[in-house]
């Protein structure tokens, strides 16, 4: 191949979609492309075969605009128009005109139409919709191999398989119980009665209860059990098996499907799958006894979100990863304050708010967190108590990295730290009148969830909630109002609107205008059903299954927001990489041709979704 053809096909291997084409594909392009030539300031013909041919931009710059002049979009070396990327958006009335000296490559529309047919990651992105293109690109974008990726989307059913729990009933004698043991070659046996789990024994039970004490071998099993053990839901994934397992410093999980026993997982279950450095994070977190201890640990997630990154983590596994390690600081944290302070004087329940409750953390996230006291609170007696108490978790958390919330929804905050019928008065309020500040506060106080305390004070409140919310379609028309504020960065004709002027000129916000619109989609739909999901991915989902969204609408959101949260993920592991702290706000200029232009489709997606929804509700009606 001659030189000049040669450097043609470089250049086409280097930029989307024909970065998708095999070799051979590749070479035969070239000599079918016509190559056009325009010089600066002279219009691109709006007749003629160009705009049904595929033109792809050499070198130059070709603006678009609209018949009344609008400027629609400003396009540079590797972009695309013509052919069915400008039918997408319905428009072959547009002009182009040339701000630079251009060179333009052609290729016919049959041989495009070759292509998509021979090529189908290739057709993706010539797809009319937008959601087909960016399930295309995520697809592309590879399977997770890291370890404890993998063990984040293993179920802990597959862990256990068909193998049926060994038990003995409460009358068994620890003669018999150690001799099944043996005999089954088991390290643990559960005593069960009735299809209800009364406890569990462990080999290390025996050695420590019975041997070491020299106790008597015909007593009932019970004697030595651990009455009420930690279970774990058929539901979850071995990840969550190990963080349980790492918190309480357990070897052995029973394993429920509602109230019935289906199993038992293990550590060595677990270790047979390789431990990982999230749960060795998370281990030693549980280990440390002073603040200056767990900001040393701390100091370990930045590189973890780096190393999931690498490994090409989704950021649905990297956000739950990150999260579970926030937890863990979190909870160590409330057992030294109860350690220092001594046992609450009333019951409470400590809970996270914002992208910690939804498992949507990554190393550039503040703190959002809140108290819920029984109503036995009484201010006179418990309220310095709990002002000190709350005063050291949330100092702590902004010691390990963890900054407190400009806004300071914080449990140390008088506002956020009240008893049960306080915070019902809360949303009564807000709910009845929902006014800029009152619809402000139910976006961070709708995403809601259980850390430590009594998790029975949460639900209380969440039924409480979702009783006025269900149906209200007046509260949710003003929520879709302010859910519409926060709207995806892209113009008339799929170009990005970027920040003009200050620190971060020329970027836009993925955290505010990419991810937090989704976030707020999935909470009106999960409001409007009644369910209480807090993780937005798993709300489009159940969202979707009970019809108050479509599933290809609700499929399409989850894969907009994976995207472009996983854009965010490498943005922040590159700045962290190079020392500088992780943010949200990123330059077009970082990101390449193929991520251009999927981030176009999933904002184009939200955008159709938000004009869905805002119908739907007839927005401003109210």
Known sequence: MEVELLEIRDFLASHHPFDQLPDAALSELPPKLEVRYFRRESPVPDTGSLWNNLSIIRTGAIELRSPDDELLAHLGEGDL?????????????????????????????????QLCNAYAQFAYFFSPVGG???????????????TQLNLMST????????RAPIAVSPETSIREAASIMSEKRISSILIVEQEHLFGIVTDRDLRTRVVAEGLDFNLPIME????????????????????????????????????????????????????????????????????????????KIPQLLQNLAAADATAHSSGHIITAVGDAVTTRLLQLAEIKFGPPPVDFTWVAAGSQARNEQTAHSDQDNCMILDNSYDPEEHGEYFREFTKFVCDG??????????GEIMAMTDQWRQ???????????????????????TCVFFDLRYIYGDDQLLKDLRQFVLERTRNNTIFLAYMVGNALTHQPPLGFFRNFVLIRGGEHNNTFDLKHTGIAPIVDLARVYALAAGHNAVNTQERLTISAS???????????????????????????????????PANNYMSPDDLSNFERNHLKDAFSIVRTMQSVLAQRYQVGRF
């Open 81 to 113: 128009f013509g052919y069915r990327v400008s039918q997408q958006e319905e428009d072959s009335r547009y002009r182009g005109i040339a701000m630079e000296d251009s060179l333009l490559y052609q290729l016919a529309p049959e041989e495009v139409d």
């Open 546 to 580: 009970s019809g108050e969204v479509s599933e290809e609408g609700a499929r399409d959101l989850r894969d907009a927001l994976e995207f472009i949260s996983s854009l965010r993920i490498q943005h922040q592991a590159r700045r962290l990489k190079a020392g500088k």
């Open 397 to 406: 958390l902004d010691a390990c990295g963890y900054v407190y919330c400009p």
């Open 132 to 146: 087909k293109r960016l399930r295309g690109a995520i697809a592309q974008a590879g399977q997770e191999t890291d």
């Open 419 to 441: 008893p049960l019928k306080g915070w019902k008065e809360y949303f009564s309020k807000w709910i009845n009148e929902p006014n800029p500040q009152a619809l402000m506060l």
């Open 224 to 299: 030595i059990a651990t009455v009420a053990p930690l279970t774990l839901s058929i539901d979850s994934f071995a990840f969550d098996a190990l963080l349980l397992m790492a918190r309480h410093n357990l070897h052995h999980l029973p394993v429920m499907n509602e109230h019935e026993v289906v199993g038992m997982i293990t550590a060595t279950d677990l270790t047979e799958r390789h431990t990982t450095s999230a749960v060795y994070l998370a281990g030693d977190i549980y280990k440390q006894h002073t603040i200056e201890g767990l900001r040393e640990v701390s100091a």
């Open 155 to 162: 179920p802990v059913s597959e862990l256990i398989g068909k």
